[in-house]
């Protein structure tokens, strides 16, 4: 199956400080990549969609200014975790469709957010 | 929009049984339906998945049964073993939606005793 290479797998930072995390489609272009966010023993809870050239369309009690979703060409995306805090302490996960209504969805491995 | 609620949150059950997990839905435009296998800290695994088409699908120890009149669906496996322990997620796509936005169940941990 197709590869999405998500990285940094984990990161640890102070309040107060942005994180960026990266997800890559390796061998097909991602028209959609899916942001998820997974509290410790909940389910994947779906922030946004980011489609490429586009703004992210995102979910209700998602903030839009604090997590900023670029999706520059058709294998990047990013979320950047703007003045994160303990609260923003998750698992984020982003998962891509090779082409519109492909349901068949590929995820990334995932990133540990630890805000101190 | 769609709604997946998932059940049981949790289940043990000892090497060799069967395991089943139940999940529901709410949108009837939903026509396909995965099942994914997540271990601690790891991504999410296809293990199987069955369109609206179809009213079971079998892959070795794993089964998926639909009733689209219900609007339920189920996971059965089969002489569980240790390894199948992990949490398991169904998940929807409605037909309506665009690039597979999946709308995920709660989960259910099982945990298959030697």
């Known amino acids: 199956g197709a590869v999405v290479s998500q990285h940094p797998s984990r990161v640890i930072c102070k309040s107060g400080t942005s994180v960026k995390i990266e997800c890559r489609s390796l061998?097909?272009?991602?028209?959609?990549m899916f942001w998820y966010r997974q509290f410790p023993k909940q389910s994947l809870m779906l922030m946004a969609t980011s489609n490429e050239g586009s703004k992210a369309t995102y979910e209700q009690g998602v903030e839009k200014d604090k997590f900023l979703i670029n999706h520059a060409s058709l294998t990047l995306s990013t979320l950047t975790v703007t003045s994160a805090h303990p609260e923003d302490s998750s698992f984020y996960i982003c998962s891509a469709g090779e082409k519109v209504k492909n349901e068949k969805l590929f995820f990334g491995s995932g990133t540990q957010l630890s805000v101190l | 929009g769609e709604n997946v609620e998932q059940h049981p949150s949790t289940l043990s059950v000892q090497e060799g049984d069967s395991a089943v997990i139940k999940c529901t839905y709410s949108d009837s435009a939903s026509n396909y339906f995965p099942w994914y296998k997540q271990e601690l800290g790891k991504r999410p695994q296809l293990i199987i998945d069955?369109?609206?088409?179809?009213g079971e699908k079998k892959d070795q120890r794993i089964a998926v049964t639909l009733n689209k009149t219900a609007k339920h669906f189920s996971l059965h496996i089969t002489e569980t073993q240790p390894e199948d322990s992990a949490v398991y997620f169904c998940a929807a796509i409605p037909i309506y939606n665009q690039g597979g936005k999946l709308i995920f169940g709660q989960g259910t941990e099982l945990s298959v005793k030697p």
């Open positions: 069955i369109r609206s088409n179809v």
């Open positions: 061998d097909f272009q991602a028209t959609t």
